[in-house]
């Protein structure tokens, strides 16, 4: 498992329901953690890894010393929005880029965890702003689509040399094809592993 890089179409795909929580789904959800924390990150969609399924994990803190901080999102709706607030985001797809992004401040998300129940939970400030960039994700939208016409002016240089380079790997051979990708993603997509949770 690794972390793709833009502009994988996984990074722009909408995303399907978990079906079934069993071992797999919690060992992916344990690598996607050690991964988010490798990279110093602070919360990782299952697209970012390739995985077209509506799953999310975060840790505000950032510390992998801090597990009480860990949060699992499976199947998230968010209920409820309040107040706008404008914080600067990245992306590990996207590495070394930074723009401003406005978020709501407050928000309530529903969700289901590891064991399959569901939950309710209020957020605001940083926890509120990582759940809905990553939320975000689940249905294929990339912060660079929220930042203001000057910020994506600023942002395109590097963008383009993203996708250059991104586009030279799958020429090596060390990505598949757009069209291999794809169509891996539908598999994925509408394979077993993918079951709702019961509770």
């Keep these: 498992m690794q972390i793709v890089p833009f502009p994988h179409p996984a990074l722009r795909r909408q995303s399907v329901d978990v079906a079934r929580i ?11 953690f050690d991964l988010m ?5 602070i919360g990782l969609a299952a697209n970012q890894v390739g995985l077209p399924i509506r799953l999310f994990v975060i840790n505000p803190s950032g510390e992998k010393d801090n597990p009480e901080e860990e949060l699992v999102f499976i199947n998230p709706v968010i209920q409820k929005r309040k107040g706008q607030v404008v914080g600067e985001e990245g ?27 569901g939950f309710r939970v209020k957020l605001d400030d940083l926890p509120a702003r990582v759940v809905q960039h990553e939320a975000d994700h689940l249905d294929g939208v990339l912060f660079i689509d929220r930042v203001d016409d000057l910020t994506r002016a600023e942002l395109n240089a590097k963008l383009n040399e993203m996708t250059s380079a991104y586009r030279q790997e799958q020429s090596a051979g060390r990505f598949p094809g757009d ?7 539908d598999r994925m997509a509408s394979g077993g592993m993918l079951a709702a949770p019961t509770a």
Excluded: H, N, W
């Design 22 to 32: 069993d071992d797999t789904l919690r060992a992916i959800v344990r690598s996607m």
């Design 37 to 41: 924390y490798e990279a110093r990150g």
């Design 91 to 117: 992306c590990l797809s996207l590495p070394g880029l930074y723009g401003d992004v406005v978020r709501s401040k407050e928000i309530v998300v529903e969700a289901f965890d590891l064991d399959g129940q």
């Design 179 to 185: 069209e291999e990708l794809a169509r891996e993603l």
